[in-house]
């Protein structure tokens, strides 16, 4: 399952590459001015955005940007540092559910996958209520004064909650050898609180 996820993200990225459309603003502007270009003959026309773009002033915009956001902004380098820490419980939970669920509840090799289904409907509903509370959250608190993007964070406080609830869950009752479905359930906690978080630290 675990050697699947590449795959999937490849697939996604080619789908993408075809069917997306263009949506950054430098490059549709620059289309746009070559266009021009070639309608009216004039070739100092160029994208307003198009000045000082060499790929070397990019590049170090880039780099130089989310630095000094991580450095400078306390809040952004603690929730980077809890995502990565969270990010690192998730490749561990990826790496255990074939073995527990192999070794120990005998599962086999063709139906092993389905122990990942937990954390894919946690996944989903996390996301469908991090989308419904967040928007609803954030209008309500822009009603009362103006928008800021602490407003997307709430969300977080519950979801902080729902992972470690979620991690002790699953291997409480994997090493109690309990039913196979108590640490699919469990699982399925890690995804909603994963997914709320995620998307709250993205959005925000």
């Known amino acids: ?110 139906i092993v996958g389905l122990a990942y289904l937990g954390i894919g409907i946690g996944s989903l509903i996390g996301l469908g209520v991090a989308g419904a509370v967040s928007d609803r959250l954030l209008k309500k608190l822009t009603r009362e004064s103006v928008m800021k993007p602490e407003y997307r964070l709430p969300p977080l406080i519950p979801a902080c909650f729902f992972i470690p609830i979620g991690l002790f869950w699953y291997g409480w009752s994997a090493q109690a050898h309990t039913h196979w479905i108590v640490p699919i359930l469990g699982t399925m906690f890690i995804g909603i609180g994963l997914n709320v978080l995620f998307v709250s630290v993205v959005s925000f």
């Open 1 to 110: 399952m675990i050697s699947n996820i590449p795959v999937q993200s490849g697939v996604g990225a080619v789908a993408a590459f075809i069917f997306q459309d263009e949506s950054y603003p430098p490059v549709l502007l620059q289309k746009k001015a070559k266009r021009l270009q070639k309608e009216t003959g004039n070739l100092r026309l160029r994208s307003a955005l198009d000045a000082d773009r060499h790929a070397s002033h990019v590049f170090a915009r880039s780099i130089i940007r989310p630095v000094n956001l991580l450095f400078r902004s306390p809040i952004v380098a603690t929730l980077s540092i809890y995502q990565g820490i969270i990010y690192g419980y998730l490749y561990l939970l990826f790496t255990t559910i074939t073995l527990i669920f192999q070794y120990q509840y005998g599962f086999s090799q063709g």
